[in-house]
Structures are given as structure tokens and as C-alpha cells.
């Protein structure tokens, strides 16, 4: 049970924006930034996006995030096929004083 | 470039220590943090905690009396020990930079990992 909450999954087709939630709680979310992170299969996570919406460099600008309370929210506008891969959010907690993560989306491009 | 690699037995028997340890090149250690993460097989991602290169720690509660995490400075790696390993210990073991490390003027902390290593699975089995 991840202390944060996600959908298990996400599709879309070619071009589209799909978006992918994250929910949590006055704790992580509500009190501190998200980060959202990237892993394509059998590789390591890879930052995406940090502090709420800023991009790392080498990052489309296809990806964005964005915050309002104890939720967050990663976008992909004109969705690519190697965009399929599975999309973690993540903030501190407060009341664990530790990093914590969603479940994860696994995002299929149809 | 900062990059990271991991390095340690791929196999654990129960009731025993798991070690790791994480190289950085293409920087110093000695300044930012360092942390570990875990991903079990098909499962999401664990924070297990981090260090700073002055040496203070900081772990997840639900593993706290059986982490360690250590840094050699001189050898810009830090290691990380799991104690009393159990079936549900098998994962990937990923270490990976603390970046960001701040509050802002709102008050709103902000840190990520950033980058991490190609990760180790680690098997605990008799």
C-alpha cells in the first residue's frame, strides 16, 4: 500500500494528452514539492519532472506537471510510442520525515 | 556527468546482512546526499534512506533497526547493510543522488533523486 495514490493504469493513442494523477495527503503533498519519475522497461527511473513542474534538461516540453493541494498531476501532450513506460510521482513526508512514493501508472500507447 | 553503480552479491540467505555499495565518478561525493531505493519484482518503489557525505543519516521507519548506510569520502562510494534479510527483501536496488535539499520562501520543501544507478537485484534465498 503505497502512501501514495495513483492509477494502475493509463492509455492513449498516438498524439493525444493523457494525464496521470497522483493524491496524497496535508503530510507529503500538501506540505511539500512532487517529483515525478520516468521508467521504461528494464531500466532505472529517470527524473522527469521535479519541484512541481520544472524540467530537467534533455526533458520535452510534451511532459508537465502541475500541483493544488494534496494533488498532483503529470502531462503528456502528443503522446509517442516510447513514451510506454511506467510513471512514479513522489514527495516528502512530513510525519515519516522520509521520501515516499506512488504505486505507479503503467501507460500503454495504443 | 555524475553517474552511479551499484555493486554486491546478487544472492542473500535469510536471517543474513545484505551489503551494497554505490560508486560515484564523474563527481565528488563530499557534498549534496545519498540515497537508497528498492523496487521488489513488479512492485513499486521503496525509499530506504539516505546519508550526506558529512556522515548524517536518515531512514525509513519501517526499516530503521535494520538499515545502515555509511559513506567513504575517500573512495566516493557509500554502502548501504540490511540486516535479518527475509524473502520480502528480494528487489532491485537502486542507489541514486539527493538533489534539491530546500525550502522555499512558502515554506514548501523541495528535493528528488536525480541521477540514479542501473540498479542490482538482490535474491534472498536459502
Redesign the interface.
Known sequence: QSVLTQPPSASGTPGQRVTISCSGSSSNIGSNTVNWYQQLPGTAPKLLIYSNNQRPSGVPDRFSGSKSGTSASLAISGLQSEDEADYYCAAWDDSLNGGVFGGGTKLTVL | QVQLQESGPGLVKPSETLSLTCTVSGGSISSYYW?W?RQPPGK????I?YIYYSGST????SLKSRVTISVDTSKNQFSLKLSSVTAADTAVY?CARG??DYYDSS?????????????TLVTVSS
Open positions: 540515497s531505493i513499486g518503489l521503496e525509499w534512506g536518515n531512514y525509513n521507519p537502486y538533489y534539491g515554506g514548501y520543501y523541495h528535493n528528488w533523486f536525480d541521477p540514479w544507478g542501473q540498479g
